[in-house]
């Protein structure tokens, strides 16, 4: 089925650095969210964005809604080892329409 | 909690058994989402449930695979003649009405040998 491009793959990072990624879509959507995964576990919502060119932060998370409403970022400041996982980007035309989600980055952090 | 339950957390089955997976939704969200998610990919759509009908089924692979919501709360996906293709974690999603913001349950492992 049709994914969203994810990238980087993989992270391998230093506690204490910031991290950025991002997500992009050959289709536009109306609504991109984040989400993290730890294993054995659901997808946790982080991030929802609406409207395009939105910025938005939690906490140490900001994402961004990109004004071609064809990508998203998220950046994550002064990691944690608790921010180990699997995050994921999701976009949907509508609110009654599926998600449709990115392949994943998996963040590792170096204590 | 209040969040999306689903049971059981695992399954192990023999191929060509039926198997159903049960979601519970959070309290008062209308609308009900099955995901299937496979190692190292992100979840993909099966079925969309806004109250007892199924709005968008478009992502069930074949029709081995079925799910009903009889009552618009708790929601069972059924799998008949499973196949070892059919390992995935089946994650469930609920929502209120007409809202994008998905809260996700713990999935189901279902392991088919």
């Known amino acids: 089925g049709q994914q969203l491009n994810q990238s980087p793959q993989s992270m391998f990072i230093q506690e204490g650095e910031d991290v950025s990624m991002n997500c992009t879509s050959s289709s536009i959507f109306n609504t991109w969210l984040w989400y993290k995964q730890d294993p054995g576990e659901g997808p946790v919502l982080l991030i929802a964005?609406?409207?395009?060119?939105e910025l938005t932060s939690n906490g140490r998370l900001t994402a961004q809604f990109g004004i071609t409403r064809k990508d998203s970022f998220l950046n994550i400041s002064a990691s944690i080892p608790s921010d180990v996982g699997i995050y994921f980007c999701?976009?949907?035309?509508?609110?009654?329409?599926?998600?449709?989600f990115g392949k994943g980055t998996r963040l590792s952090v170096i204590a | 909690g209040a969040g999306v339950s689903q049971t059981p957390s695992n399954k192990v089955t023999e191929k060509g058994k039926y198997v159903e997976l049960r979601c519970d939704p959070i309290s008062g969200h209308t609308a009900l989402y099955w995901y299937r998610q496979s190692l190292g990919q992100g979840p993909e759509f099966l079925i969309y449930?806004?109250?007892?009908?199924?709005?968008?089924d478009s992502g069930l692979p074949n029709d081995r695979f079925f799910a009903v919501r009889p009552e618009g709360s708790v929601s069972t996906l059924k799998i008949q003649r499973t196949e070892r293709g059919d390992s995935a974690v089946y994650l469930c999603?609920?929502?209120?009405?007409?809202?994008?913001?998905?809260?996700f349950g713990p999935g189901t492992r279902l392991t088919v040998l």
């Open positions: 999603a609920s929502s209120l009405a007409g809202q994008g913001e998905q809260f």
């Open positions: 449930f806004q109250g007892t009908g199924a709005a968008d």
């Open positions: 999701a976009g949907f035309i509508s609110g009654n329409t599926p998600l449709v």
């Open positions: 964005l609406y409207k395009a060119g």
